[in-house]
Structures are given as structure tokens and as C-alpha cells.
């Protein structure tokens, strides 16, 4: 049994007539999940971890929370709290503040079912939009773990996630097959859901008329819940130093396509902090964005099967220190199968004319290391950077590259984008771009990529071969004196950091958490291939 109940009967019948509401949050739930809850209550509750040897009820470490008089908590067993759908899941959400703890001994917080933070409201269907809502807050060290691909973190709008790791104790999101306690095969992609944060962000999927009646309620992919508003300044809280192993996934009755990514980020404000992100083995995009101003800082993604950086629907944030690469994981039969299709798919709007410019972002201090390989999500090839959707961003500082295209190649644009390529809209400046093919077709509407890139002197960039020296001997760094950097503080001082290197990370600096976290990331995705 998962959770034990340790009140007198009448105590729970007394508590089943308010179970639905939980906490003090006053909130009429639209629910879009086809999630089941098989309990017949969300108020029973333990206060015994089945792991304890003494019968201590004190010594049960698992996260709890008061739901109308009742206590409600995991059960210890095995070193691991363990939370049945009881406790929670996406049909029964926890709209009370919730603490997970590092457990000792690397145990995990075991879910077995979706762990989600707040109601899910369609403002449309005459819910109460709860602005400040519960929180989910994970100590620094603490693992948690799911092993249903439907299975995710989900942060409802108006709730929030403060889970704020060390470089020395991060926080891991993960497979539960990674658990050797919780082990019954080896992981891989598509084990768990991944984590998805809707905010009150601007998002081009919803009109003026919408955001003036709070009435935007975009639909989010891979599970139906409800994003977007008018606040890009909004606050979700902080991932930071966090690692995203194994996530993402195609929800069953899901089409191909509509999938749940290893990190969604809907309409997410610029209050929100995302720094120190690892992202490996994922089965759809590492991190996708929709709308919003929210900014990313110091993000590795490896391996992970679809786009590593999905921009779309008006993102406007900023981005630094990005490390990409392509390459291969073993499947669950042991077989190595080939990761990565975009660096970034870049695209710039997702609905026209709802007054949102097209994603504009500033992305500075990037590296993409390509493979000459189609990947096993969609046959499609290694890209470092598609264009597509009239998009607007600007990489700096960035290099590219590709050893060789026999079947691969750095860049690729949709129709929509030719036009914002030619004029100069879309751009690279004090780059690098070290590619076996530079372009699936260098001609873009009047221009090429080579002129796109080198005709402005001002711009900066150096276009070579796949051959050409960039790389440290680690694998991921840039080499001394590639190419003068560009002085991303001009653009914002705020949020950029002044560099002396392109690239993600600097080959000098090699006693800071970034080097050291580039380079864990970067091993644990070389030691799979």
C-alpha cells in the first residue's frame, strides 16, 4: 500500500467533502487530462515512511502537505519516497505549497504519475485565474523521478517552481530507470514527460482583445493545459542547476508531433530565472519556447532527438552560454541510435497578425557541434540552425560546426524566412561558421548564406571549411583567439556577461561552475556514443 491512513474513519469522511479544493486556494479547475485517479479521496495519509526501522513517525523525509485537517505525505520504502496518484497526479493537482528534500543516501522522490503545481484553468470556461498560487520548492541534491512518458513537472499558471541546485549538489529530473533501486531496464528517451511552465507571458497565439478580457488561453502541446497574458516581466521562479535526463515523451492517444518536450517553457516572464540547465537524452526538443521574455543562461543540451532549442510564438528573451551537441545514445535493447536534428529551430511566429512581432531573441556565446547523421526521430539531418516564420534573431559570439556532409549540412530556411534573410532581419555577428556543407541549398531568395553572412563587413563573421581548427582538444570548448568577440553588454548590461571568447565556453576558464558543468555534460553525452 502507498500512502497509509492513520486518522479515524470519521476524520476522513469529514475531509472527503472538501478534498477537491486542497490547501486555501479558491479555484473552479477545468481539467484537460486523460489521467485517472483510482482513489476515492485525495486525503489519505501516512506519517510512517515504511523504510523507518524504529517506528519513528519522524524520521519519514517525504514531501506532505494538509489537505483540510489531513495530512497527506509519501511513503518512505527502499530509500525512496514514493507518491501514488493519491497523492498526486494531473486530474487531482496540489494547490498547496509542497517541499521535496535531498534524501540521504541519493534516494529519489518517485512519481507515478504527473507532479502538477496549481490548477489548470480556460479562463473560458468561467474558472477563477489564480494569480498566486502554490509553490513547489525542491531542496538543492534532490532527485526526483517518473517512468511513464505521460508522466512531467507541470507548473500551472499562477503557481511556481523554486528548485535552486549547486554545481556541487544539483537537482535531477529523471528516469526512475536510472535509479538503481528503481531500475527494471536500462533508460531512454521517452521514460518521463519532462517539465512544462505556463506563465502569463505574450504569446502570438492570442489577440489584443484576448489579453485586455484575460481571456488567453493558448493551448499548450503535448497535454492540454492553458498559457499566456500580458505580463512578460511575469515570475514562475527559478530552475537553476538543474539536469533533465531522459524526458519528453508522446502522450498515449497524442498525435506524432504534439509531444511533451525535456523543458516547455509557455509564455514565461523574464522573472523567471532558467541558468545552469543539462538536458540530455531527450526524446522531442531540450527546450522549447513559446512566447514570453523569459531568459536562458548557461544551458547544455546533448543528445536529445528533435531541436535542442525550439524558438516560436514571439519569444522575445535574451540567452548566453549555449552548448549543443549531436550525437548518439543506447536504446533500451542496447542498440546506438542517432540523436539531434536542429541546434535551433528558429521560427518566428506561430499565428500572424495578433500584434506580437515575430521572436526577435538576442543569443549570445554559442556552440553546436552537428553530426553527419538523420536522426531517429524523423529520418531528418543535423542542422546547427534552422530559419523559418519571418523570425528576427541575432546570434553573436557563436560557432558552428560540422566535420563533415555526406547527407548533413549547418543551415536550412523555410519560404517565410528567405525574405528576413535577405534583408539582413535574421543575422549572425563575430561568429564562426565551421561547416563541411554550409547550406541544404546555399541560395536563399536574392542572396546566398555566404553573402548573408560575410557581405557586411561590420558583421564580423569567418565562414570555413568542416576541417578547420576551432575546438579545444576536450571536445566542446573554443580555442584561444578564435575571433574577436562581440560586446554583448552594448545590448543589454543587465544580462549579458562581458566575454574575451566566441563560443560557449572559454578554454581558460577552467575552474569555473560553467566550464565544470559544460564539461560533465559534455562527458556523460560522449561516454554513450
Known sequence: MELKNLFKASAIVSALV???????INITPTVNDTSVNNSNNTTTTTNEGSGSTDGNTDENPCASYDADSVTVQGEYTGGNCEYSKEFVSAASPLNSDITL???DNGGAHYFKSSLVIGENCNTSDNCTLVVDGPTLEIEAGAIIAFDDASSRVQINRGANIEATGTYSDPITFTSANAIASLKVSDPQPQDWGGIAIDGFGITDQCSDAERTAVTCNAESEGAVTYYGGSDNADNSGTLKFVKIHYAGGLPAGAEEGNDLNSLSLFAVGSGTTIDYIDIYAGYDDGIELFGGAVNLKHIVVTDTQDDSIDIDAGWSGNAQFILVK???????AGNSINMGNGGFESDGTKVKDNNVAPSAPQIANVTVITADVNSVRDDNPSVAIKLDDFISATW??????KTSATQTHCFENSSDAEQVIVDGDVSMKNSVVACAKLAKSDTVGSTTYTNWLTDTAGDMNTVTGGDADVLASNGFATIADLKTPFDVTTIDA????????IGAVSPADTSSDWYD???DAYENAMADE
Not at 326 to 332: D, K, Q
Not at 396 to 401: D, R
Not at 494 to 501: G, H, L, T
Open 517 to 519: 558543468w559544460a564539461k
Open 18 to 24: 472538501l478534498a477537491g479544493c486542497g490547501g486555501d
Open 101 to 103: 528534500e535531498k534524501l
Open 326 to 332: 549531436h550525437g548518439t545514445v543506447l536504446n533500451a
Open 396 to 401: 553573436y559570439n557563436t560557432v558552428l560546426v
Open 494 to 501: 543587465n544580462f549579458f556577461e562581458s566575454v574575451d571568447f
